[in-house]
């Protein structure tokens, strides 16, 4: 079945550094796919999303773009700050119409 | 709005016991689903409901209950708690079609559940 797969953390950073978090996803066709991130203590909310091949969602400096050859869709921010340490899950939408989440990348940021 | 509301925000119940976990949303959305979140697994859905008096299984559906008799609330129902049924649960919602959400999905502040 449809599922998402991305990079394990705890990932630490300084502030200001580069963030990447990798996600791949195996589907049939080709579903939306959606970061959420998690602060701490709180429910999911909706980061970005893209829809169709070569979209790119963006929000809050966070980026990641739809790459049907890779199927690939990664998360990037050029400048991390400390308010960005939460939890980020990659999500798609399966071909029952269903939230497939990938497993969650832990994302610590220090001054 | 208040968005989607969940209660009790913890809850420590004995093998065995039966308790209901609560969920409203004031969105007016068709769509509501209970998910559980487990560490390293991510959130897994557990029951769905496209529309009230309309509900169906997800992936971990044993030993939960679900109905739904308004728009407004989605209460899930532990039968016989069991320890494996330690987890934060959370309450989602979202406009949808038949086919399951296709908009963006509102989640509630989570359920801490421990089972001893």
């Known amino acids: ?55 790119k969602g963006s929000n809050k400096g966070f980026e990641a773009t739809y790459r049907k050859e890779t199927t690939s869709f990664h998360l990037e921010k050029g400048s991390v700050q400390v308010s960005d340490s939460a939890v980020y899950f990659c999500a798609l939408i399966d071909s029952w119409g269903k939230l497939q989440f990938g497993a969650g990348t832990q994302v610590v940021v220090t001054p | 709005n208040a968005g989607v509301t969940q209660t009790p925000k913890f809850q420590v119940l004995k093998t065995g016991q039966s308790m ?36 169906d299984q997800g992936e971990v559906p044993n030993g939960y209950n679900v109905s739904r008799s308004t728009t407004e609330d989605f209460p899930l129902r532990l039968l016989s708690a069991a320890p494996s049924q330690t987890s934060v649960y959370f309450c989602a919602s979202s406009y949808g079609t038949s086919g399951g959400p296709t908009y963006e999905q509102y989640f509630g502040p989570g359920t801490r559940l421990t089972v001893t």
């Not at chain 1, 959420?36 to 169709?52: M, N, R, W």
């Not at chain 2, 697994?41 to 008096?53: D, E, K, N």
């Open chain 2, 20 to 55: 209901t976990l609560q969920c409203a949303q004031d969105m007016n959305h068709e769509y509501m689903s209970w998910y559980r979140q487990d560490p390293g697994m991510g959130l897994r859905l557990i029951h769905y409901s496209v529309g009230a008096g309309i509900t």
């Open chain 1, 1 to 55: 079945g449809d599922s998402v797969t991305q990079m394990e953390g705890p990932v630490t950073l300084s502030e200001e550094a580069f963030l990447t978090i990798n996600c791949t996803y195996t589907a049939t066709g080709y579903p939306s796919l959606f970061w959420y991130v998690q602060y701490p203590g709180e429910g999911l909310q909706l980061l970005l999303k893209a829809t169709k091949a070569d979209d």
